[in-house]
């Protein structure tokens, strides 16, 4: 794969991270164009405008945004209801840019000027207390996406890296625990039994020695 030519694809994406364009994330979505895997249609929150960007970089004619993955729209931002929201924290694990903030058994709230609007907070929330707002009646033009997408990319990269050393944190809790319970477990050795045998003997001994001397007077 041309890793120059999808890292140029990437920098025209939207980087919301919504998955509508059947990728997990607007990199893989780029590397599988670069690959020839996915075509240039697959983005609505580019819009008609991202195809025709990215139509234009891979020197081809530019087509209709494929509704079958979804519709251009204006903006929208996630909302929570802080009264109906439990704090389960579902919706921040879910959120691909860290744009919601809260803590376990407490409210959550959404970080507006962070949200990317993918919804992908909506369906993993149990109590339905997140609706999408619109921002704005039309689309974004294409330099609003573009400046929006450089900063939901930083967000996204710098979750990245938080995440990644949280499960290096725990792979090496996991091994240091893993190594403690070997250890615990260890077959005592033969040489071991006689030594500790040894030292029980001599003990014994030192002890009836000591009960057999002559109190002094």
């Known amino acids: 794969m041309n890793q120059s030519l999808a890292t140029r694809l990437d920098r025209l994406l939207p980087q919301t991270q919504c998955t509508r364009c059947g990728y997990p994330a607007c990199r893989p979505y780029a590397d599988a164009i670069a690959e020839g895997a996915a075509d240039i249609d697959q ?4 819009g008609q405008s991202g195809v025709d960007a990215l139509a ?3 020197g081809r004619a530019s087509r209709p945004l494929n509704p079958g993955y979804g519709l251009e729209t204006a903006p929208a931002v996630a909302v929570i209801d802080e009264e109906v929201c439990i704090g389960c924290t579902k919706c921040i694990q879910a959120c691909p840019v860290d744009a919601i903030v809260g803590a376990g058994k407490r409210m959550h709230t959404v970080i507006t000027a962070e949200c990317t609007g993918c919804e992908l907070c909506i369906p993993p929330c ?8 619109f921002i704005q009646n039309e689309p974004l033009g294409r330099t609003a996406i573009l400046e929006r997408a450089s900063v939901a990319r930083r967000r996204f990269e710098n979750r990245a890296v938080r995440l990644a050393r949280a499960e290096s944190g725990r792979a090496a809790r996991r091994d240091s625990a893993i190594r403690a319970d070997a250890a615990k477990a260890e077959p005592i050795s033969r040489a071991d039994v006689l030594e500790a045998i040894a030292r029980g003997k001599a003990k014994r001994r030192k002890q009836i020695a000591a009960s057999r001397k002559p109190a002094s007077k």
């Open 43 to 46: 983005c609505p929150p580019g």
């Open 56 to 58: 234009s970089l891979l």
């Open 126 to 133: 149990p109590v339905d207390c997140i609706d999408m707002h």
